[in-house]
Every structure is written in C-alpha cells, then in structure tokens.
C-alpha cells in the first residue's frame, strides 16, 4: 500500500511507502547516532590530553605561573613565555597542545 507522505514545496507529491518510510527513519536514527558517538569520542580524547598536559606541567605551573588568573589563555602564556626552563615532558605536552 502506498501513502502520501509530504509535498515539497513548489514541487510534485512524494509518495513513500510505508516500509521505505521506516528505513528512512532508521537510516537517519543510526548516522545521527554515528555522528554523536564520533563528536563524543573526539571531545573524550581532546579532554584527556589536557589532562595529561596538566599533569605533565603542574610542577612548573607551580614554579614559574603560581600567581596567573587562569583563563583567556593567561597560564599558556606564562609557560610560553618561561619555554626554556620548562621540564622536558611539560615541553612535550605543550608542543602536543596548541593553542585553540
């Protein structure tokens, strides 16, 4: 059986079947799906490298940034700007990290 299922604006009806109806839907369903699981999965590896950026810099956030309001991109700057006597592995992790 098959059913009107819309009109396009200035254009002829478009007739869908019932069961190319469900397929539509599942189709759209499973690349929605597919394209949160891929946003969510990006933003999970983005957060642990910052992790392990700070983790890798606390001490010479300690010794060099103790007194840098976080935020607006303050305490990039200041390990920037004290680069040479930064620790080998903070180095690493902030080559690793560019700036946004």
Known sequence: MVQRF????????VRFSHR?????????????LIALLVLFLSQASAGD????AKQACKADYSR???GT???GGRIRKCLGDNYAS????CKQAFDANPPK
């Open 86 to 89: 930064l620790s080998a592995a």
């Open 6 to 13: 819309g009109r396009a604006a200035s254009g002829p009806v």
């Open 64 to 66: 060099f940034c103790a």
């Open 49 to 52: 490298a910052r992790s392990e």
């Open 20 to 32: 190319a109806a469900v397929y539509v839907r599942a189709g759209l369903a499973a690349a929605s």
């Open 69 to 71: 309001m976080p935020g």
